[in-house]
């Protein structure tokens, strides 16, 4: 296998995305030399490359105290995590925050840890069939941690993926959704509103027209708008909502736990909650 060209699974590249990062551009180059690289190209430094740790592991953070064996722990991550990364963002702040923060594929719970990032350091630590790498947090917090990162036989552990602008996220997502699914992706439509739509062929044949819509330099949502050519139940559509980032409605009324039947779906997804985008689409293109 091309561990260049094979990264990460289909649904952390969709995932990673909308972190801010591209999957296209992952590499292994530079994971040789953890500790420097992270020095260099995360601490300090906004919007900085993920170190990805593409099938997970675990973590476990403490408060740092000066007299070492008297740290009590502040927190842990249990084992068989989702993939999760580390990097330093201030997209929307001029404050640096170091994160390190499981890829929300919405398998597994979603756990964040962030910190400001000025005076903190990693170092790399290795044993006999393991590595481990350990952070210290300095500054306006005070932490320590240790990151064992599981391995693949089919995918790297270490990856490194490069920050992507918050205007090309929106394409690149379209671009990947059709891949998957098989679709025919029309030219995008740009819209006075600043709303880019596409019109996408699938060989389901009950989709008589499937559109797919977004505003590419905000965050906003992820908007999917089916007509059916024959009656669909609410309840197929049911897993797709979310009560807060996620609405889909069936003839002008929200699905909800309701059960009745329509031909028009016009979906609504936070972009932060992609993968329920991902898995409606994948569902009306069967």
């Known amino acids: 296998m091309d561990l260049e060209r094979i990264m990460m699974l289909p ?15 992952a590499t292994t180059k530079g994971t040789d030399d953890i500790p420097e690289f992270v020095t260099s190209e995360i601490f300090g430094k906004k919007n900085s490359p993920m170190l990805m740790f593409n099938s997970g592991g675990d973590i476990k953070i403490r408060e740092g105290v000066d007299e070492p064996g008297k740290k009590s722990q502040f927190g842990s991550w249990p084992g068989s995590l989702s993939a999760f990364g580390i990097y330093t963002a201030g997209e929307y702040s001029d404050e640096l925050n170091f994160y390190i923060r499981t890829i929300d594929t919405g398998e597994a719970p979603k756990i964040d ?19 481990t790498f350990d952070f210290a947090i300095r500054g306006a917090c005070n932490y320590d941690g240790t990151i064992w990162p599981f391995s693949s036989k089919e995918l790297p552990s270490e ?14 997502y379209w671009g990947k959704i059709v891949d998957m699914n098989t ?49 669909v139940n609410s309840k197929e559509f049911a897993g797709f909502q979310n009560i807060f980032n996620g609405s889909v409605i069936l003839d002008g009324e929200y699905i909800g736990n309701r059960d009745f039947t329509g031909t028009r779906i016009h979906a609504e997804i936070d972009k932060c909650m992609n993968y329920l985008a991902t898995g409606l689409i994948e569902y009306i293109s069967k």
Do not use: Q
Not at 12 to 23: S, V
Not at 113 to 131: D, P, Q
Not at 194 to 215: I, K
């Open 183 to 231: 679709l025919d992706l029309s030219e995008p439509e740009e819209n006075k509103d600043g709303t880019v739509s596409y019109t996408a062929l699938c060989t389901n044949p009950n989709v008589d027209t499937l559109r797919l819509s977004s505003v590419p330099r905000y965050s906003s949502k992820l908007v999917i708008e089916v007509e059916f050519n024959e009656p």
């Open 11 to 25: 649904k952390h590249e969709l995932a990673l995305i909308y972190m801010g990062f591209d999957p296209d551009k």
């Open 113 to 131: 840890y962030w910190f400001f990032s000025e005076g903190s350091n990693i170092r790399m630590s290795e044993a006999k069939g393991f590595t």
């Open 159 to 172: 990856v490194i993926v490069p920050y992507l602008p918050i205007e090309e996220r929106d394409a690149k």
